[in-house]
Nanobody, 116 residues
Framework: QVQLVESGGDLVQPGGSLRLSCAAS????????MAWHRQAPGKERELVAS???????NYADSMKGRFTIYRDNAKNTVYLQMNSLKPEDTAVYYC??????????WGQGTQVTVSS
């Protein structure tokens, strides 16, 4: 079984920055991709950014230029650097891992609140 633990969520003022972390542990049969999603109150969960192994980073249009996804392979950890945060970025952010068998795992989420 794979466990994903997110951290780094906080209350931040508009224009501020945060870095989210997602550490993967357990029995991992290789990683195909890792990604960040978010879900705001009353809205569906949406993709923020994805990082396929050996592939190209992908970002939702509203995050391009502000967010960066990157991974520390040695630590099985994926990060999301978020800059120039806006109130509409307020959401619970979830980490997702897809292993080489195509099995998807989700973390429990971390709350990001952007407010003055």
């Amino acid at each position: 079984q794979v466990q994903l633990v997110e951290s780094g969520g906080d209350l931040v003022q508009p224009g501020g920055s945060l870095r989210l972390s997602c550490a993967a542990s357990g029995t991992i049969f290789g990683i195909r991709a890792m990604a960040w999603h978010r879900q705001a109150p009353g809205k569906e969960r949406e993709l923020v950014a994805s990082l396929p192994v050996g592939g190209t980073r992908n970002y939702a249009d509203s995050m391009k230029g502000r967010f960066t996804i990157y991974r520390d392979n040695a630590k099985n950890t994926v990060y999301l650097q978020m800059n120039s945060l806006k109130p509409e970025d307020t959401a619970v952010y979830y980490c997702r891992l897809v292993d080489t068998y195509g099995t998807t795992y989700w973390g429990q989420g971390t709350q990001v609140t952007v407010s003055s």
